[in-house]
């Protein structure tokens, strides 16, 4: 069985400062996890994706995620914030190449202040 | 330039009217899905398809149904509306079961009066 927890509900951080969202993942296959951003009013976008080569993966806009197994963790994380990074993340879990079933976490709201 | 388009992006009907959402994706991906976005719940899954003909049930599949004739399209249609389905749906697609990367579509945002 897969199922994914997103550690903070909401984190709110300062112009520049850097960006940790947490992600904590179960699974019974070796995974591949996947972190998507949401702005207000839009779809789902993928930032960046982990599927079993480099553990750290660099995502688009200066966003990247480490896979550590031995924690069975894959947080987001951003050196410097920027305003426009405010909005919903969303960390998700999956099995490709068994079911290819995806679970989603709750998300993430970030806010940035200036 | 490939993509997924809903429609319409706002509705309001009323209890108990059958409702229907499109989805059209033009990247020829065999799989589809549906899912709903609640406050509290984040994303979930409704229906999906693996390719045509194939339909699957989701976790909150109940007054909910899709069809697949063709790779282009999974229409949701919500057979007799309730007002806990107020919501925003989203459907999404990728090309097979072993990639990973879902593209989305903007969203159909559903007020059931």
């Known amino acids: 069985a897969q199922s994914v927890t997103q550690l903070d509900s909401h984190v709110s951080v300062s112009e520049g400062t850097p960006v940790l969202l947490r992600c904590n993942y179960s699974?019974?296959?070796?995974?591949?996890l996947f972190w998507y951003v949401q702005h207000p009013n839009k779809g789902l976008q993928l930032l960046l994706k982990?599927?079993?080569?480099?553990?750290l993966v660099k995502g688009i806009n200066g966003f990247e995620a480490e896979f550590k197994k031995s924690e069975t963790s894959f947080h987001l994380t951003k050196p410097s914030a920027h305003m426009s990074d405010a909005a919903e993340y969303f960390c998700?879990?999956?099995?490709?190449?068994?079911?290819?079933?995806?679970?989603f976490g709750q998300g993430t709201t970030l806010q940035v202040k200036p | 330039d490939a993509e997924i388009t809903q429609s319409p992006r706002h509705k309001i009907t009323e209890t108990g009217r059958q409702v229907t959402l499109a989805c059209h994706q033009t990247w020829n991906h065999n799989n589809m899905f549906w899912y709903r976005q609640d406050l509290g719940h984040g994303l979930r899954l409704i229906h999906y398809s693996y390719g045509v003909h194939d339909t699957n049930k989701g976790e909150v599949s109940d007054g909910y149904s899709v069809s697949r004739s063709n790779t282009e399209d999974l229409p949701l249609t919500l057979e007799s509306a309730a007002s806990s389905q107020t919501s925003v749906y989203f459907c999404?697609?990728?090309?097979?079961?072993?990639?990973?990367?879902?593209?989305f579509g903007e969203g159909s945002r559903l007020t059931v009066l």
């Open positions: 982990y599927t079993s080569a480099a553990t």
């Open positions: 998700v879990v999956s099995d490709l190449g068994n079911t290819g079933k995806l679970i």
């Open positions: 699974s019974s296959y070796s995974p591949s």
């Open positions: 999404a697609s990728r090309e097979t079961v072993n990639t990973g990367e879902l593209f």
